[in-house]
C-alpha cells in the first residue's frame, strides 16, 4: 500500500522541481503593496523637499565648488534627512499598535526578522531615491560652475549608509514604544545627538554622521566608506537583530563589528581626509604683454575672467610703472618677490557662479594687498608720527588703484588727490619709488606725498 505525496512535494518530503514555496511570492508581494502604499512613497518625497528647499535657499555658496556642494548635502542629509526617515520608519514600525493588530503577527507564518525587513525596506527604499533625486537636481547645478576635482562618492555612499541604517533602528523603536508621539521626539533626539558631536573638540567627534565634513579643499581616504558604513551599519544591524532575530546572541557580531570600526575612527579624527591635490595645483591665465599673470587654484579657475576684468583698471594704472608685480597668485599660496596677492574669494560671499558680487571691492582688497605692511605694533607706538604718515600714503596708493574716493582714514583724501594731480611720468617714477618700499617698515624710506 502506497502513501500518497503531498502536494507540492515527493514522497521523500523534498520540494518538487518547479514548484516554489508560497512563503516567498506572499513576501514579495507584500513588499511590492508596501513600496506602493502608504507612507512610504511620501517619505522619499519628503526627504527630496528636505534637502532641496535648504539647499536650494543657500546656492550662492555651494554652485561652482563640488567641494562646498557635497558638506552642505551632506550636513542637510544626516541633520534633516536622518531624523526624517527615522521618525517616519518609527510611525511605520508603530502602526500595528495603532491598528491594534500586534497579536495578528504572531500568527504569520514568516519570522519576525522577514516581518520587520518587509515593512522597513520600501521606507529606506523611498528615503534613498529621495535623496538621489536631491543628489542629481544639486550636482546638475554646480556642474556647469566647477572647475577642477570632482564630487567624492565616498561621502555619497556613507549617506546612504545612514539613511538605511537610520530607518530600520527607527522601525524597531516603534515596534517597542506605543507611545503615539514616540516619532516626533525620536527625530527631535536624533537630530541632537547627531548634531551636538559636531561642536566638540576631540576626534572622537568624527563618530557621529553629522560632524561637517570640510571637503573644500580636503578629500576623504579611500577606506572611510567601508569603515563608516561598518560602523552605522553594525548599530543598526544590532539593534535589528536583537529585536527580531531568533538567536538574539547573534547580535554580538555586528556589535563587535560596529566596536571595532568605531576603534579605528575615533583615534584617526581629522586624518580620516587629506589635502585634495587639486587645491594645491596652479591655474594661471594665459600671458599677454602688459598684463601680469593671474594664477589661482584649480578649482577657481573658472572665476579667472571675472577677476582679471575687475582688475583692469588696476593694471592700467600700474604699467609702466618700475617694480610693479609681474603677476598676481591666490593669497594661499606665497608669493614670490615679484608677485602679489590676489585678494581671497569666498564662494556665497565674494563670488557667486564664478561672478564677483563687488569687483570694485575686490579690487580695493588686492590693492590692499599691494599696499600692506606686516609691521610690528610696537613700531606703532615708538614713531606714531612716522607711521601714521606711511599709514596715511597706503591708504591713498590703495584707493587710487581700485580707482575709488573713499579713504578709510578722512585725512588720506587730500593724499589722494595729490596722486591725481601728478604728471602721468612723475606719478610713475614715485610709484615705483613706493613700491620698491613696500615691505619696508622704517618711515624714513617710504616717500611722501
Known sequence: MTTSAMPGKTSSGKTSP??????????????????????????????????????WSKAAQWQGSWGETQTQLHLAAVLLGGPLVAAAACWQGGREHRRRTSELLLSVPRSRLAQVTTAATPIVLWATAGYLLALAVVFAATAPYTGAGGPSFSVVVTDLGLLLSIGFVGFVVGRLVRWRLIAPVLAAVLYVLLGAPGYVESDARFLSPGVRYTLSGWVPVWWLAPVLLTWTGGIAATVLVAYAARRRLLAVVPLALAVAAGAVIAPTGENLFRDDPTATRRVCSAPASGTPQLCVKAPDAPVLPSVSAALAGMFSRLEGVPGAPVGYVDSEFDPKDDEAALAHVMRGWSVTRNKLTDPRSYASETALGLANRDCPSGLARSDRKGMKRVALTDDAVRTWLAGGDSTWDPEARPLVTRLKAMPDAGRKAWLGRYLATRKSCTPAEVPAL
Open 18 to 55: 518547479g514548484k516554489a514555496s508560497p512563503q516567498m511570492p506572499r513576501a514579495r508581494t507584500a513588499l511590492r503593496t508596501e513600496l506602493r502604499r502608504g507612507i512610504a512613497p511620501w517619505t522619499g518625497l519628503a526627504v527630496a523637499l528636505t534637502l532641496l528647499v535648504p539647499l
